[in-house]
Structure formats: C-alpha cells, structure tokens
C-alpha cells in the first residue's frame, strides 16, 4: 500500500466516522422530537382540574422539591399570571423582582405550560443579581436568544424534566385525560 492509498483510506474513515456520527445524533434527536405524532396525540389528552394559577404554582413547587433553591436563598419565585395574547414570549423571569411571568394564551397545551414554567425556573436558579443579569443580558447582545448558554441550558433542563413533572401533576389529580 503506498503513502496515497493509506491517506486515502485515513481520511475516507475519519469521513464515514462523521457522517455516522451525526447520523446517530440525528436520530436520536429526531425521536424525541415534539413533532413525532404519537407525542403530539399523547400531550394534547388532558385537561386542567383546577385553574390554570394553581397548576402554575404547583409546577413551581415540583421545581422547588426536584431542581432545590438557589444557595442561600429559601424563597421562591413570584408568579405573573398574563392571559393576554403574546406572540414573542411564552414566559419570562424578571430578575429585579424574583418573579417568573407566563402568558397563557401562547401557550397550545399543558405539556407546553409545564416546560415553559420549568425552563423559567431554571433562570430563577441561574440569573441571581443584578451581575447575573448584566452579563446574560451582554451575552443575549453579542449571540443572541437561541445560542445563549443559559438559554440553552434551560431548555435542556425543562425538557428533561417536562414529563415527570407532568405525570406527577397528573397523579396529584390536577390533571384527567379528555
């Protein structure tokens, strides 16, 4: 075998070895994906058994008991109920005030509701003072929304967490399917 076919070969492996690889990668992305039918089907057969400020503060105290508080600090969140129709934001945390802010009518379902109010609580645990703040905000600036790392990092977290914590309202009885 000469110099050119060991190159040859050298590089055609560490080519297959990535196309494999991200094959992999997209696959398993692909199977948990919210868009696959069964989950679609599966997340929209339940109902509220109690108003939707209940359900939120509940989800809150799931994240309490699972994600803990941040240290040195044994308060939790306030929560801003808005029933106004927002297209930009499904929630928010507001780090001057300690308050987490959901918009209810952005939301398509309560599968949705429950990570959107887990992914603000992970900024609650995150975003402590006004330094925090600054630099997420300098951060936000410089790469935006969908690259920042702590946004990142509280998607990842509420859809880690989105379906036990469902399932577990569901057996506190403040869920019933359809």
């Keep these: 075998m000469s110099i050119s076919d060991e190159t ?16 992999i990668f997209k696959k398993d992305k692909d199977d948990k994906s919210p868009s ?5 089907a599966w ?5 509220l058994k109690t108003n939707k400020t209940a359900y939120i503060r509940a989800v809150v105290y799931w994240c309490v008991q699972n994600l803990g508080v941040p240290k040195g600090n044994n ?4 929560i801003v109920v808005r029933y106004v129709k ?33 992914h603000e609580y992970d900024h609650f645990l995150r975003i402590r003072n006004v330094n925090d703040q600054k630099n997420y905000n300098k951060v936000l600036n ?4 969908d690259k920042h790392p ?27 399917r359809k």
């Design 86 to 118: 927002q297209d930009k934001f499904l929630g928010l945390y507001c780090s001057a005030r300690k308050e987490i802010i959901i918009y209810i009518k952005a939301h398509d379902d309560l599968l949705q509701l429950t990570n959107t109010v887990i």
């Design 43 to 47: 997340r929209s057969q339940f109902l």
């Design 142 to 145: 410089e790469i935006g929304y």
């Design 150 to 176: 702590l946004e990142i990092y509280a998607r990842e977290t509420a859809d880690k967490h989105e379906l036990s914590c469902f399932r577990e309202m569901a057996e506190r009885g403040l869920l019933f």
């Design 8 to 23: 040859f070969w050298t590089y055609w492996s560490i080519y297959m070895g990535t196309i494999f690889l991200i094959w």
């Design 75 to 78: 308060k939790i969140p306030g």
């Design 36 to 40: 696959d039918k069964q989950y679609k």
